[in-house]
């Protein structure tokens, strides 16, 4: 099992910054890709950033590419999710979830966060 808590999510203005935390435990987390979903109200859940287990490959959805950046820490057992530029369509509920391999589906992570809320208001 590994446990996952989201942290960072708030309310903030369009073009502002965030960086939400997931930090990681249980399992060892070196182990496993990490990924950052989000689900808006009545829309699914969709894939936003993933990393593999050594940071050295990262894939990102392409609303975010060059606005998002994705980092790990392994000493800390933590996932980040830099966003800059914000827009007001970034708002949704994040998620991180681990898996034992990077993927950028939903069904492909085993182990899920309870979520954190960002809201960009225009």
């Known amino acids: 099992q590994v446990q996952l808590v989201e942290s960072g999510g708030k309310l903030v203005q369009a073009g502002g910054s965030l960086r939400l935390s997931c930090a990681a435990s249980g399992r060892t987390f070196s182990n496993y890709a990490m990924g950052w979903f989000r689900q808006a109200p009545g829309k699914e859940r969709e894939f936003v950033a993933a990393i593999s287990w050594n940071g050295y490959t990262t894939y990102y959805a392409d609303s975010v590419k060059g606005r998002f950046t994705i980092s790990r820490d392994n000493a800390k057992n933590t996932v980040y999710l830099q966003m800059n530029s914000l827009k007001p369509e970034d708002t949704a509920v994040y998620y991180c979830?681990?898996?034992?391999?990077?993927?950028?589906?939903?069904?492909?992570?085993?182990?899920w966060g309870q979520g954190t809320q960002v809201t960009v208001s225009s």
């Open positions: 979830a681990a898996s034992t391999v990077i993927g950028t589906k939903v069904s492909e992570y085993a182990y």
